[in-house]
């Protein structure tokens, strides 16, 4: 018995419901296919699934053999796709999923450059509004760590640090005019996320280290003029001069650089992100992954600093 073909009929069975529509797609007899299948089964002395007339029931030894063959099945795929593509001929869908804000301001604005280098590669950008860890079933992962530490069974990569900076736009400054201390931030009018509880500002360039030198610690009014936890949305009420925010620093980035926002206390940051792609260490890496990782890695820098302040 071919075992890695009998695995992949079995796989294939599973996948079509049955044994004639599997047998068709993989232009082999219905005989060949279940005789596969039942060889499969007596190879591993264990029933994979149960046949009726009109369905296919696996068993709970089949669904964890069709799990792990899955994974085995696409390694291999993996690793016979990277020795035979060259790097010009790269192609095939990358599943990746990006806090929605970095994807918004970052990740979609270097896509060009990536997509005019490597053409039959398709990004599918997955950016949900809450990421509650990463997800394995990515082929990366791109996460934020505001301790730069990340914990889990992946490999990971650090693609740059970005600040927490108080921003409003200059006309706004101008009427309720421009804090020089944190503790006279509370006096302008903030919207932020309604989870905040207290701000800590930083010497921003202590922040990166922690250091407890210097920090201030204010505790925002109740009566804010707006809450709202998505970040694009406190972005563009603090554009439209609602009142003062804090944004990462590749956020306001562009905003900053054409004058439609002003730092509000520059010299002095809330908090730092640490941006790190990860993806599964478990699982052979496709060169279209490991392509498009070492561009992030080279877009963003890889070190421990922030490009957008310079620091």
Known sequence: MDRLQAMKVFCRVVDRQGFAAAARELDLSPSVVTRLVNELEAHLGVRLMNRTTRTLTLTAAGERYVEQAR?????????????????????????????PAFATHQVARVLPAFVARYPR????????????????????????????????????????????????????????????????????????????????????????????????????????????????????????????????????????????????????????LHLFATYPSRRYMPMRSRVFLDFLVDVFGGEERDPWLGI
């Open 71 to 99: 994974g085995l099945l696409q390694a291999l795929d993996d690793i016979e796709s990277e020795a035979a593509s060259a790097t010009s001929d790269l192609s095939g869908r990358l599943r990746v999923q990006v806090p």
């Open 121 to 272: 590669i398709c990004i599918e950008l997955v950016a949900p509004n809450v990421m509650e860890g990463i997800d394995d079933s990515f082929d990366l992962c791109i996460v934020a760590s505001s301790s730069g530490q990340l914990e889990g069974q992946f490999v990971a990569r650090r693609l740059t640090c970005s600040h927490i900076i108080a921003c409003a736009t200059p006309a706004f400054l101008d009427q309720h005019g421009r804090p020089t201390h944190p503790s006279d931030y509370l006096a302008l009018n903030l919207v932020h996320p309604a989870y905040i509880q207290e701000m800590t500002f930083r010497p921003e360039r202590e922040a990166l280290h922690a250091k407890p030198q210097g920090r201030v610690t204010v505790v925002p009014s109740q009566q804010a003029v707006m809450m709202t936890s998505h970040v694009d949305t406190l972005y563009a009420a603090t554009l439209a001069g609602l009142g003062a925010s804090g944004f990462p620093s590749y956020v306001a980035d562009e905003a900053l650089k054409d004058g439609r926002l002003e730092r509000v206390l520059p010299g002095w940051s809330m908090s730092v």
